[in-house]
């Protein structure tokens, strides 16, 4: 049975597990209709031309984990960003492990989705955010929502902050021979207010994993959101990334994404400008090697006057990796006064690796400043004999250089720790000693 | 210290040095002047080993050694220093995490152990302050938004670090005011003894006022076509470049 089957088989399992009753239920019927028309997308189409699902849909998943999966603190306490304290929703194989959380009521909600879908006190919102700006067209996003039932469930009422940031974090065990999961998270933060959140998938051994997740994000008047994706997961786990986000007048929403590991990683990366003097920033650092392949798909789409949305990715690409970027804006013809701004550069380390990029405009208004660029070079031969001249031997300028390279796209992160951390990333995974502690 | 004889190079086929000859003694100021395109950078790149230019011809020798398969770092450890004219941004590396990596490089490729951090500190303190440079700076991201004058100003703070035998400062007075080149030039008095040597690559007789060259060269057409002591550049500078050209063509 291929994996299509196997998952459309599954679901009338699947339902005797949830409430039928249920609103939600409706919903996830109409969603596994769409995925069952549709299934998974093929190289046919434009938007996976690059990626290819087909070597995933031939392996033997299983779609419901075994419930008994515990981990120890202290085996998986280097995956947290253990510098700060935070609130955490942790998931072990996809089931919720209240052992490693630490969840809030207090002002605001910090819990789970599978509370959230089942208990009355929370319907209000359920009815009025749950699958509203997720795609209802697009399979995977289908497919997740028609499992939907446990994930992240962040509700930030109007002026409020959490004291400390979120960690969404999932782990696998290994402890089935392969696993898929499907998280589903839902964000709402209401006027004026404002949340700080990093999500990270962990695969613990080399069994394969497929997480098909689904985040929406709800920013409305004023509010602040700040979304942070460390990717940096084992070489047989594979992660196929939905997000949407949807924003009111005034909101400020950054999502950093972090690719640096993973066997197959797809980026669906989307903004849904419904206000005005929106800010929608979007920040990659890719750097892969082996025969990692990372797909970052952006869509900006500016459907109201005087808003900005800025990308900048950077990928540096070793060994056999492949690369994709494809950035793609919309400027509706009422949305004048837009700043659009898109920036992805790369290097390419290895005459094996190869970057597909490609911005995407479509603008139909005619006072806006839109511009984009796109670089794959190599790295600068003028900058590497200033560091060279210094005494620094070429290898170690090279590497120095890389990570300055990345490195810029950093400014904007918003926790030293976490900024700290990443910066330690990108050092490892380029090699490189820098003779100093950051 | 520093001998260059006959030297030619080029880049991309195109000769831009046509045969140099200078020699630097250690404890001397050497001033080498010029009009634009007339190959003082290029000379200035060659003299610390820039792979863009291929010595076609002749030789650079630094105390007896000849250094012509010797890398930029290589010369960087044996005491070549340049001062860039325009210096390159390093976002996320600070000025002293750079130097700490420069500094502990030189020692590793002299099999010396790594600077303590005690010592190292004291050093960037000490070196700061003959530049006038304030701590806050230090931290700063190496060259990323600095002004021109910042730029130069922690360019001869990093010749201060490192401490080379031969200095060469490529327009470092460009885009000075007259303070920030107070600042840098009474850097460089300070730091020049018996024992090193600097070699100024300038436009303009300005910097000259603040630090006295023993020997003024004029490079035209890749090729020294004058040289002189101190007086040379102050003729340079009433008279302009144009006689030379005419003279040389005759």
Not at chain 1, 100 to 107: I, K, N, P, Q, V
Not at chain 2, 239 to 245: E, F, P, Q, S
Request: proline share 3%; aromatic share 8%.
């Amino acid at each position: 049975m291929d994996l299509k089957d196997k998952l459309i088989s599954s679901f009338m399992a699947f339902e005797n597990n949830v409430d039928v009753e249920h609103p939600v239920h409706d919903v996830r019927m109409a969603a596994i209709k769409n995925f069952e028309d549709k299934g998974f997308p093929s190289k046919k189409e434009e938007a996976w031309k690059y990626t290819s699902l087909n070597s995933l849909q031939k392996i033997d998943f299983s779609i419901f984990p075994k419930e008994d999966n515990a981990l120890e603190y202290k085996d998986v306490k280097r995956y947290f960003l253990h510098e700060i304290d935070s609130y955490k929703i942790v998931f072990v194989d996809g089931i919720y492990s209240s052992y490693l959380s630490e969840t809030t009521h207090d002002g605001v909600d910090i819990c789970l989705m599978s509370a959230a879908l089942t208990k009355p006190m929370y319907k209000p919102v359920i009815d009025v955010y749950f699958n509203k700006i997720a795609s209802k067209d697009e399979s995977l996003t289908s497919l997740n929502t028609a499992f939907s039932r446990e994930g992240a469930y962040i509700y930030i009422p109007k002026n409020k902050m959490p004291k400390k940031p979120i960690e969404i974090l999932h782990f696998s065990t290994g402890n089935e021979a392969s696993l898929m999961l499907q998280p589903r998270n839902l964000i709402v933060v209401e006027e004026n207010a404002e949340v700080q959140i990093i999500e990270r998938h962990q695969s613990l051994t080399s069994n394969e994993v497929l997480t098909n997740a689904v985040t929406e994000i709800f920013a409305a008047k004023s509010a602040i959101v700040d979304f942070y994706k460390i990717q940096n997961d084992v070489e047989s786990a594979s992660l196929i990334d939905n997000t949407y986000i949807d924003q009111k007048d005034k909101s400020v929403v950054k999502v950093h994404t972090f690719s640096f590991g993973g066997k197959l990683t797809r980026n669906n990366l989307n903004f849904y400008q419904n206000g005005e003097y929106i800010d929608s920033t979007m920040k990659g650092v890719t750097i892969l090697g082996e025969k990692q392949h990372v797909d970052h798909h952006t869509l900006v789409h500016h459907i109201e006057p005087n808003c900005e949305s800025h990308q900048d990715y950077k990928g540096i690409y070793g060994d056999s990796s492949t690369g994709v970027f494809n950035g793609k804006i919309i400027v509706d013809k009422i949305a004048q006064k837009t700043n659009a701004f898109q920036q992805n550069n790369n290097i390419l380390i290895s005459d094996k690796a190869s970057i597909n990029t490609k911005p995407q405009l479509e603008i139909f208004a005619d006072d806006v400043k839109c511009s984009h660029g796109c670089t794959i070079g190599q790295l600068d031969e003028d900058a590497l004999f200033y560091l060279q001249s210094r005494g620094i031997p070429q290898k170690e300028a090279r590497a120095l250089l890389m990570y300055a390279f990345a490195n810029n796209v950093l400014s904007s992160v918003r926790i030293p720790e976490l900024k700290t951390r990443i910066n330690k990333l990108i050092a490892k995974k380029l090699g490189v000693n820098l003779g100093f502690d950051l | 210290m520093l001998k260059i004889k006959d030297l030619h190079a080029s880049v991309e086929d195109k000769e831009i040095l046509k045969g140099i000859n200078l020699e630097v003694k250690a404890g001397e100021v050497h001033a080498i002047m010029g009009p634009n395109g007339s190959g003082k950078s290029t000379l200035a790149s060659v003299i610390a080993g820039n792979e863009n230019f291929e010595v076609t011809q002749g030789s650079i020798e630094l105390s007896g050694e000849d250094l012509e398969e010797v890398s930029p770092e290589e010369r960087a450890h044996k005491g070549v220093f340049l001062s860039f004219q325009y210096p390159v941004e390093i976002p996320g590396v600070s000025v002293t995490n750079f130097m700490k990596t420069a500094i502990n490089e030189s020692r590793k490729a002299k099999g010396l152990e790594d600077m303590p951090a005690k010592d190292m500190l004291k050093l960037i303190r000490e070196k700061s302050e003959l530049l006038e440079i304030d701590r806050k700076f230090l931290s700063r991201s190496l060259n990323e938004g600095f002004s021109g004058g910042e730029k130069k100003r922690n360019e001869i703070f990093q010749m201060a670090m490192l401490e080379p035998k031969v200095a060469i400062l490529d327009e470092t007075d460009s885009g000075l005011d007259i303070d920030a080149l107070r600042i840098v030039a009474s850097g460089v008095n300070k730091l020049k003894s018996k024992d090193n040597a600097v070699i100024l690559i300038t436009h303009y007789q300005r910097l000259l006022e603040y630090i006295v060259p023993d020997y003024v060269h004029v490079l035209h057409n890749g090729k020294i076509v004058k040289s002189g002591g101190k007086e040379l550049a102050l003729e340079l500078e009433e008279k302009g470049y144009d006689w030379l050209k005419q003279e040389t063509a005759v």
